[in-house]
């Protein structure tokens, strides 16, 4: 960031690598719709790229266009502006920087490897990270490049959270609560009382907010 400024390119971010998090890219996609992601050349540099990539799948909407760059072998942003200047490094934010989807699809071949096997554990990886996705617009739209690029039609996974113990120690089952808010009073009740097993899936401010309400 200190590099860039020094050659007058005062809009760096430092965004700590593989430590970026996903409120740190919330705040990247609201001060610029098409950021560039330029990390190093090295293994580590790649892995920051793909952790990128991973935190943002969750936030990212149409409008936004990020792309990313990845620099030569050992080099960084300071050792390039040393060596091209102000222009060359320019010129590679312009150039070279690809959208988001050509380097996710790049970094998925790389994970799945080569053949019938291959094609098949790209299609799961993609599968996987798609569902993370909040924007079912573009969702699809990368779902239809997969499926294009592997040959595999992907199977919509659902993302499933695990849901917290009770106090008993059971595991509430999140498709199993029970809808406080359609049920009138004596609905609710006649429920309850058919099958008591019901209070566990009940959310901890059920009972409150049916009173309250």
């Known amino acids: 960031v200190l590099a860039m400024a020094a050659f007058d390119l005062p809009y760096g971010l430092a965004p700590l690598g593989t430590a970026i998090t996903e409120q740190q890219l919330t705040s990247i996609l609201r001060l610029h719709g098409e950021p560039i992601f330029c990390f190093d050349g090295d293994r580590a540099g790649k892995q920051a ?58 970094g998925l071949r790389n994970i799945a490897g080569d053949g019938a096997q291959g094609r098949a554990r790209m299609a799961k990886k993609a599968d996987q990270m798609l569902s993370t996705m909040t924007d079912d617009y573009l969702r699809q739209a990368w779902q239809g490049e997969i499926e294009k690029i592997s040959g595999v039609t992907l199977i919509h996974q659902k993302s499933v959270k695990t849901a917290p113990l009770t106090r008993d120690g059971f595991r509430k089952n999140p498709q199993q609560r029970l809808s406080v ?33």
């Open 49 to 106: 790229a793909w952790r990128s990539i991973e935190r943002m799948l969750p936030i990212l909407k149409t409008e936004h266009s990020p792309k990313f760059l990845y620099l030569p072998d050992g080099e960084d942003p300071d050792s390039l502006l040393q060596k091209e200047g102000t222009k060359a490094f320019e010129a590679r934010l312009n150039n070279d920087a690809k959208p988001m989807l050509d380097t996710w699809v790049k």
């Open 181 to 213: 808010v359609p049920m009138t009073h004596d609905r609710f009740m006649a429920s309850l009382l058919q099958k008591p097993n019901r209070f566990q899936h009940l959310p901890e401010d059920a009972f409150y907010f049916f009173v309250d309400s």
